[in-house]
């Protein structure tokens, strides 16, 4: 099982459980049905190849999770639903009652999926924070992720801490009426520009990488990560390959379009 970044000769593990669940799901719109749909189906073939000890589905539609966990079962896979609670660490100038206020917003939104483990005693989750790990993102690129968002959720409770006066009350209306939205920081965009870097550069990653791998390239943590998800792609089917290389190039022209005129 894959806990830290792998080696590039690493073993590609239960290849053909992969190509089974494969084979399986594709009548399943794991990921929506989007541009992110061959990552997100990559991303659960990492966990029946147990290259990783879990995957969260976060793009699937409730109507078709009971399916969905009927075809993953027979393969040995534990399903249930997924929740990562708000609990980033944010940084402002105000009262504690505000940033409580925020607070409280934010956990009534978590981030939900179907969670799938390989192991049978699976289903723990926990907070925002601790995902990249879980997800065996690489440690640099995790916390560049969790100080990115966290970032940005200080940002947009600043402005709201502003408009309101501090006062919380009028925060949490502020946020009910949908004041909640994150704003743009400088720091924010260079997320994106890292995320159609990573998309350019490594493929197959499942993460967003972080300046030093995207300085160091096929060397890098997330290099050899890509290296090994791309090998079990291809091993387990060259229709899923020619998808994720379509959804990175659509990713690339819609950065390319969508940018400064």
């Not at 989007?34 to 990559?42: A, D, K, Q, V």
């Not at 260079?190 to 990573?198: H, P, V």
């Not at 387990?236 to 022209?253: F, H, N, P, T």
Request: aromatic share 6%.
């Amino acid at each position: 099982m894959l806990t830290t970044e792998p080696e590039h000769g690493a073993d590609l593990g239960d290849v053909g459980r992969a190509r089974q669940v494969y084979a399986a799901t594709r009548d399943i719109w794991i990921g929506g049905g989007g541009w992110l749909e061959p990552h997100e189906r990559l991303g659960l073939l990492t966990v029946a190849a147990e290259l990783r000890p879990f995957s969260l589905l976060n793009h699937l539609d409730k109507k078709d999770w009971d399916t969905t966990i009927g075809v993953l079962s027979d393969f040995g896979l534990t399903c249930a639903p997924g929740i990562a609670d708000f609990d980033y660490e944010v940084d402002v100038t105000g009262a504690e009652s505000a940033v409580e206020a925020y607070m409280e917003h934010e956990r009534k939104y978590p981030l939900e999926g179907l969670g799938v483990w390989g192991a049978p005693d699976g289903c723990a989750t926990g907070g925002l924070s601790g995902l990249s790990s879980l997800l065996c993102y690489p440690e640099c690129c995790g916390a560049m992720d969790n100080r990115c968002k966290a970032h940005d959720h200080s940002a947009a409770l600043q402005q709201l801490i502003d408009d309101a006066d501090g006062d919380p009350e009028e925060i949490r209306r502020l946020l009910a009426s949908g004041r909640g939205v994150l704003a743009w920081t400088e720091e924010r965009d260079e997320w994106n520009k890292r995320l159609d870097r990573t998309r350019a550069m490594f493929p197959y990653a499942l993460h967003t990488a972080c300046d030093e791998c995207l300085d160091e390239g096929d060397k890098s943590a997330t290099g050899t990560i890509n290296l090994l998800y791309r090998r079990l792609t291809l091993a387990v089917s060259a229709e899923l390959d020619l998808m994720i290389r379509w959804a990175c190039e659509v990713a690339r022209l819609s950065a390319t379009t969508s940018g400064p005129a």
